[in-house]
């Protein structure tokens, strides 16, 4: 009998989390730190996302990533190895909380820069109360093999690491100086036989058409 109560208690509560889940098709960034928008959010999955410099984002998207710029050589400011966002929405807890220091997270080491990845999962929810803006959660599986022992990584606020370019798509804005730079490293990935001169020579048109303003 006891077990039995405790079987029903536990259904409620997770019947009550998954009521508060809010699914939506798409978001902004605008609508994330409006707070006439916010305020009536709750949290719930996310399908596509307008981010902060204009890039959208959208599930089942490819991207790459970027530079690492943490001082370790890893994407200490963003990248998380794992999928930490399997107990959110309807789970059992909620969102994982940034990564510190002395938190024992482990960070998407520097060897995966270019590294291309599908993003596989979005989610957003509050930055702590109901009052505060709503962040985006970024969960992506790398299209060649896993992230060492984990299938997946996580950035726990898209924006964030779209500023720090440690994240490249398709729609992001790029200029002249990056798109060079890029340039060079696509020609030594194709000597390398890393990418096909079909994939490089895309890159490449789309690349040129930036740096001469096109």
Known sequence: MKNMKKLIFAFLALASIMSNAQD???????????????????????????????????????????????????????FVL?????KSTGGLGGFINDSKEDDGAVYLPKKYKHQKATIVKMKYEHDGSKKK????????????????MNKRATT?????????????????PIDREYAIKLLKESKEELDLGILTEEEFGKRKEYLLDIIRGE
Do not use: C, W
């Open 82 to 86: 794992g999928d930490q966002m399997s």
């Open 156 to 172: 726990h606020n898209i924006d964030e690491t779209m500023e720090l370019s440690e994240l490249i798509h398709r729609s992001t």
């Open 133 to 148: 803006p709503i962040v985006v959660r970024v969960s992506i599986d790398p299209v060649h093999g896993s992230f060492g």
């Open 24 to 78: 939506l098709e798409s978001l902004t960034y605008e609508q994330a730190n409006n707070y006439d928008d916010f305020i009536n959010l709750k949290k719930g999955k996310l399908n596509s996302y307008t981010a902060i410099d204009g890039t959208i984002l959208n599930i089942g998207d490819t991207i790459v990533l970027g530079e690492p710029s943490g001082g370790e050589g890893s994407y200490y400011s963003s």
